[in-house]
């Protein structure tokens, strides 16, 4: 009998163990982190080309000295928002796609193609991201 009780302890530990550690995994380190990490992106590699591009000309972006243009929406915190320019999910990829061509992303839309690299929009986007 107290074997029994030791043993069903023991797999009550390792199941709260297993428990926990999924959680930890797919969420509990902030959640959402995955979705914010761009691939391919290094935020502190962004600053370069959002200067380059001109992006502080209409928009105000954190820790970017003369980004404080009102022609477009401020962008900081933006990884709070849940659409990109009200049409498409804000999204790592999604975010990538929108910094390379609003045009095909919102035909109509203000903000213009700027010809972004790829390489370029992915650091920006992480740096967006953390901003
Ligand atoms: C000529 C002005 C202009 C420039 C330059 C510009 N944008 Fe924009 N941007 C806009 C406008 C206007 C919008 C709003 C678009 C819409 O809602 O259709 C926008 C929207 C956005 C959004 C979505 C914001 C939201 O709240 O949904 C992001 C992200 C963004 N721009 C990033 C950038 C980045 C990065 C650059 C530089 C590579 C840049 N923009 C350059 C005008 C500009």
């Given amino acids: 009998m107290l074997k029994l009780i030791i043993w069903t302890m023991a797999a009550l530990i390792v199941i709260t ?7 930890w995994q797919w969420g509990g380190r902030g959640s959402g982190s ?4 761009i691939r ?11 200067v380059r591009h001109g992006c502080g000309a209409c928009h105000v972006i954190g820790g970017i000295g003369r980004a404080n243009g009102r022609v ?3 962008l ?5 928002q849940i659409y990109l320019a009200g049409v498409i999910p804000n999204t790592a990829e ?3 796609l929108w ?8 035909p109509g839309t203000a903000m213009p193609d700027l010809d972004v690299l790829e390489q370029d929009a ?5 740096y967006l991201y953390k901003n």
């Fill in 72 to 74: 477009g929406p401020k």
């Fill in 122 to 126: 992915r650091h920006i986007a992480a």
């Fill in 17 to 23: 163990g297993i428990v926990a550690y999924s959680q």
């Fill in 34 to 37: 995955e979705t914010w990490s």
């Fill in 94 to 96: 999604n975010m990538v």
């Fill in 99 to 106: 910094i390379m061509h609003p045009e095909r992303v919102a």
């Fill in 76 to 80: 900081q915190g933006i990884h709070e």
């Fill in 40 to 50: 391919g992106g290094i935020a502190q590699l962004g600053r370069q080309p959002i």
